[in-house]
């Protein structure tokens, strides 16, 4: 059963930081492409960034670009999110996702895989 785990969120305040993990299991992710998506209340669902799982590559929503950090550790089968700067607007619960292609480009699949979600609340 394959099992995308969020987990490192949390209550910062304004300027601060939170890395946020993502642990894969169930399957092969070689080929797949790792998102980190946000929703705030009242808001569209937006992605944040992504990674590819195999070669590296990153994207990143203008919002977070210069901020905001995706890695990979294949070993841990863990993708994370660094946050630094972290502002009120930040504020949604942040969602793991695992896709066979680049998450920029499209909308939602039927085979993609989610996660639960951890809050994230930055206050003023």
């Not at 946000?38 to 901020?67: F, L, N």
Request: hydrophobic share 35%.
């Amino acid at each position: 059963q394959v099992q995308l785990v969020e987990s490192g969120g949390g209550l910062v305040q304004a300027g601060g930081s939170l890395r946020l993990s993502c642990a894969a299991s169930g399957r092969t992710f070689a080929n797949y492409f790792m998102g980190w998506f946000r929703q705030a209340p009242g808001k569209e669902h937006e992605i944040v960034a992504d990674i590819s799982w195999g070669g590296g590559s990153t994207y990143y929503a203008d919002s977070v670009k210069g901020r905001f950090t995706i890695s990979k550790d294949n070993a841990k089968r863990t993708v994370y999110l660094q946050m630094n700067s972290l502002q009120p607007e930040d504020t949604a619960i942040y969602y793991c996702a695992a896709g066979l292609s680049p998450f920029q480009f499209r909308t939602r699949r039927e085979d993609d895989y989610w996660g639960q979600g951890t809050q994230v609340t930055v206050s003023s």
